[in-house]
């Protein structure tokens, strides 16, 4: 059972809502990250106070200090999750403790208060119950939810921030693949790393990606879709993608994916996959993968599919990975099947289209 907000919500409707004409032209071609709901919510947090002023309000600009701690030392974190409509009209979220758990691992990491779960969770309650129009119905289609919190004090120096804001807004996702699932090809970076032992990888914080979008950039110029990161002690072992889990599928079915080492996120798709696969009977082994072993194991057929997996497109199939000097796997590779098999198990679940065994959807509206 989920604990009740200790804290209440008041509530501030927009007065410039969106037409249901001019709402219904996004929701038909919603795209990613580039339209919003007409509201968001916001919470502050003190020392003095802890966190109070809980409220939906419309969504626009914040007002911020230009000595804001966050604008100077980075000082944030961040979640990411969705919300789907299914076929009665019902509106529900994916595993949002985890996403609530995560939110809390990331704040002590970062220094920040963590917020805790029946606030995490009512307060995406609260803007659905308000922009419940805006989840769209379309397959494959969400309306995206973006939790994260910042350091709000007005002060230069550097320590943790005394005054923090917590805040949600909403983004209708539109299909990750609109034309088909399409496997992609994968740049494995050899000289810039993602994140390092005792560093912030295992957080989601801002500083994270933008350490990514060079790489990435790199990755684009090899002609592939993603950059692909190695340890930062060795060069030797796999981690992550810049915003995305690691699966390779054996061609026994069984499943490899890298170990949580402390500098990798942990997923909440890739943990849903793994309980997913080991529902199935099959063998998921978590442990470090060195660069030659998939290079080996691609090429010779040990290793028969890839995959990264994340909230945005639940599953991405990898057709190749490529580095400097060399080529593992076929450009022309076809999506797995068991790949596309647990695609479909995760997202049948998520749309109300199977059952829910594990329990992992909570009802918004």
């Known amino acids: 059972m989920t604990a009740t907000a200790s804290i209440e919500f008041s ?9 249901e004409e001019d709402r219904a032209k996004i929701l038909a071609n919603p795209g990613f990250g580039v339209n919003f709901s007409d ?40 979640e990411g999750l969705k919300a789907y409509r299914h076929a009665d009209g019902s509106v529900w979220a994916f595993r949002p403790q985890a996403n609530a758990a995560r939110m809390q691992r990331s704040a002590e990491r970062l220094a920040l208060p963590p917020l805790p779960e029946a606030e995490f969770l009512e307060s995406i309650r609260q803007l659905i119950m308000v922009d419940k129009d805006w989840v769209p119905s379309a397959p494959e ?16 120096g550097v320590r943790a921030a005394q005054k923090a804001s ?39 914080c801002g500083g994270n990606y933008s350490a990514s979008l060079l790489p990435q950039q790199e990755a684009y110029k090899h002609g592939c879709s993603q950059v692909l990161f190695l340890d930062a002690v060795d060069g030797t072992y ?33 943990d849903s996959l793994i309980q997913l696969a080991k529902d199935q009977g099959r063998v998921v082994e978590e442990r470090q993968i060195t660069l030659e072993e998939v290079q080996v194991g691609m090429n010779n057929g040990e290793i028969a599919e890839a995959f990264a997996c994340g909230t945005a497109a639940v599953i991405t199939p990898i057709c190749s990975i490529k580095g400097k000097g060399f080529v593992a796997g076929r450009d022309d590779a076809p999506a797995g099947e068991l790949t596309m098999s647990l695609r479909k198990a995760l997202t049948d679940i998520q749309y109300g289209r199977a059952g829910d065994p594990h329990g992992w959807m909570m009802r918004l509206a």
């Not at 003190?46 to 002023?53: A, E, I, K, M, Q």
């Not at 992550?240 to 490899?256: A, P, Q, T």
Request: aromatic share 10%.
């Open 11 to 19: 509530v501030t409707p927009s007065t410039n809502r969106r037409s």
């Open 39 to 78: 509201h968001m919510v916001g919470i502050d947090w003190s020392v003095d106070l802890g966190w109070h002023n809980a409220r939906v309000q419309p969504y626009g600009p914040l007002s911020l200090d230009p000595a804001c701690s966050v604008l100077h030392y980075a000082q944030e974190i961040f």
């Open 141 to 156: 289609t969400s309306l995206y939810l973006r939790p994260f919190t910042i350091a709000s004090e007005r002060f230069l």
């Open 166 to 204: 917590y805040y949600v807004i909403a983004s209708p996702a539109g299909a990750y693949f609109p034309k088909g699932v399409a496997p992609v090809s994968i740049w494995v970076s050899e000289h810039y790393t993602r994140a390092a032992r005792g560093g912030t990888g295992a957080a989601k």
């Open 238 to 270: 796999l981690e992550e993608l810049g915003g995305m889990n690691l699966f390779l599928v054996r061609k026994d079915g069984s499943l490899l994916t890298p170990s949580l080492t402390g500098s990798i996120l942990e997923g909440v798709t890739r």
